[in-house]
């Protein structure tokens, strides 16, 4: 659809934001809803003046990105009760000109790791406890899961466990020792971008789970994937959890179902132009 006079705005806010695959699926999207709307990328620095501007401009929803997911709830109107569990939003929707924000990632992440096996009762164990851990672990243990969190920085494991019924320890060999489950989910950054041959958690480790997920998505197959897959472990990419929370957006945004094929197609093209193009 050509944009008109009547074409409604969406967008995502982040600093920096040009990588971003939002874009690519949700216009996909709009597209194949047949919905009179577009989705840009903004480049924000000043949240305030973006956020100001949204609301005068009437942008109808929009997608946050780092730095700004934790520092935006300010400036909403509502924040939904999960999301400020969590202490970030990633979603905002426009309502009446009220902005409300929530999270998609908790959902996300649940939706990405059913697609190999319901978490229900699960023993899983989190590798993680930055932003995104905040998110999988109120996931979990909302979808039924009991939770173990692993963090370098052991307090921090500490923190968001004890915040969520779950049980914490640090991420080296003897602080593993006693730990296993059915599932694990790496939410570290480690094994992502310059340093693809890191592996969070010791390789022998990972052979004590049958499904293993990873939320960095690149590289696509992080060395943890490869270990896990070497030791006859199901896995999960990073982009499937960068699908399900988009496709929740999506729902949010729209109150229809989302065209998720549709949206698995843009992202799995845009992910294929930008490694032809060298960067990742
Ligand atoms: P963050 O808030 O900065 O947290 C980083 C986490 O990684 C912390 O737990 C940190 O431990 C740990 N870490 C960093 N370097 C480490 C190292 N060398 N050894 C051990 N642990 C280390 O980051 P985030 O926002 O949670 O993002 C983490 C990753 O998730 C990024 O790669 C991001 O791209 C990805 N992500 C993916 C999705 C998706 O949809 N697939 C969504 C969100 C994020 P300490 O606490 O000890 O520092």
Redesign the pocket.
Known sequence: MIPDAFTELYGIIGHPVRHSLSPAMHNAAFRSAGLNAVYLAFDVEDLAGALEGARALGVKGMSVT?PHKEAVMAHLDEVDETARRIGAVNTVVNRDNRLFGLNT?AV?AVRALEEALPVTEKRIVVL??????RAVVAGLVSAGASVHVA???VE?ARTLASSWGASWSG?DAEALKGVSGDVLVN????G?GPKPD?I?VPPEFVGRFQVVMD???APLKTMLLAVAEEHGAATVN??R??LH?AVAQFESWTGKEAPKKVMEEALTEAVGRRKAEGCK
């Not at 993680?128 to 851990?133: I, L």
């Not at 939410?187 to 480690?190: K, N």
């Open positions: 780092i990632d996300g993680g406890a930055g932003g995104s851990a963090n370098r920085t921090k991420l939410t570290t950054s480690v992502m890191a969070p939320i960095v998505y990073g982009l959890m960068l929370q």
